[in-house]
């Protein structure tokens, strides 16, 4: 049984244009881990990568229910990648948790089912 979905969606060039203005941007969205990863990018896959996990924490703070905010910031929740490259929600929870994040010219996009435990 499903107890949340959401999803959100994120133009690359607003992404851009907020880690070049601000320079603590990238600090208040990434958790440490995320930012050893982005840091190994260049470029446009820079930008794909920061776009790609501020919609999925979006989205899974959607699909809990509570949004971005007093009880879930986006640091509280970190994105890694499985040995195949699949993107997996590793907190603050991940059993039940399914995410897909998909990029396009112009946007970032991410999706999250969570699933009720039985």
């Not at 990238?26 to 919609?55: N, Q, W």
């Amino acid at each position: 049984m499903i107890s949340g979905i959401g999803i959100d969606i994120v133009e690359l060039s607003r992404i851009e244009e907020l880690s070049a203005r601000q320079s603590k941007f990238v600090d208040r969205i990434l958790t440490p881990r995320e930012k050893d990863k982005y840091h190994t990018y260049h470029g446009k896959r820079k930008t794909e990568y920061l776009a790609g996990r501020f919609a999925a924490k979006e989205a899974f703070s959607k699909a809990v229910g509570t949004g971005i905010g007093e009880s879930l910031s986006f640091l509280d929740i970190e994105i890694q990648s499985n040995e195949k490259g699949q993107p997996m929600i590793i907190k603050p929870f991940s059993q039940g948790v399914y995410l897909s994040i998909s990029h396009s010219k112009e946007y970032a996009v991410a999706q999250v089912v969570i699933e009720k435990n039985k």
